[in-house]
């Protein structure tokens, strides 16, 4: 069975622009959630979807959105990018909310 | 909100050491995740253990869920197992929300 898949590895962007992420869970998987790294705040959660409906959003401003669609695969958006934003983007899949999550290679965005 | 602590922070060992990694959570917890980050930042679950003790292969973990802790055991330490060690909670009522320690940082030397 294939893991979780992101898309896409690596990006640049200039602040100002927006991004968006996409990730692909587990076959089978309904509940996705992302989360944000780096190294002066660590693994931070973003939001977590189940159904096509957010469910628990982390303490993020509202430039950080996100929708998931009806094969369960989900997008993150980022507007208005700023440098703190450069981070590693990790998407998680489990097959309910609260059941063990896998997680994927994640996206390495840097903001120039 | 809940807190999750790890310790040590960092560790060094020798190929072929033993150690044990310690996370501390302030709160009842329904599950409890070990990872493993890869150089390329990839988080590799190590074990799924809300409580009691499971093994695989060199590896160990321990949860006790009314003392609010868990252990990781490694035993016979590789170059290969250096690297990021997180534990995660998840919390009662908050979906899938993963509540991540601040991680260990392994190097083995050969």
């Known amino acids: 069975k294939a893991g979780v898949t992101q898309t896409p590895r690596y990006l640049i962007k200039t602040r100002g622009q927006q991004v968006t992420l996409s990730c692909s869970p587990i076959s089978g998987h309904r509940s996705v959630s992302w989360y944000q790294q780096t190294p002066g705040q660590g693994l931070q959660f973003l939001f977590e979807y189940f159904s096509e409906t957010q469910r628990n959003k982390g303490n993020f401003p509202g430039r950080f959105s996100g929708r998931q669609f009806s094969n369960s695969r989900s997008e993150m958006n980022v507007s208005t990018l700023e440098l703190g934003d450069s981070a590693l983007y990790l998407c998680?899949?489990?097959?309910?909310?609260?059941?063990?999550?896998?997680f994927g290679p994640g996206t390495r965005l840097t903001v120039l | 909100g809940i807190q999750v602590e790890q310790s040590p922070p960092d560790l060094i060992l020798q190929e072929g050491a033993n150690s044990t990694l310690r996370c501390n959570f302030s709160?009842?917890?329904?599950?409890l995740q070990w990872f493993h980050q890869n150089p390329w930042g990839q988080l590799i679950n190590l074990f799924y253990?809300?409580?009691g003790t499971k093994q695989n292969g060199r590896l160990s973990a321990t949860t006790v869920a009314t003392e609010r802790y868990s252990l990781l055991y490694i035993s016979s330490s590789q170059t290969t197992d250096s690297g990021v060690y997180f534990c995660?909670?998840?919390?009662?009522?908050?979906?899938?929300?993963?509540?991540f320690g601040q991680g260990t940082e392994l190097s083995v030397k050969p």
């Open positions: 995660a909670a998840l919390i009662y009522n908050q979906g899938g929300k993963l509540i």
């Open positions: 998680a899949s489990s097959l309910d909310p609260g059941r063990e999550q896998f």
């Open positions: 253990i809300p409580s």
């Open positions: 709160d009842s917890v329904n599950n």
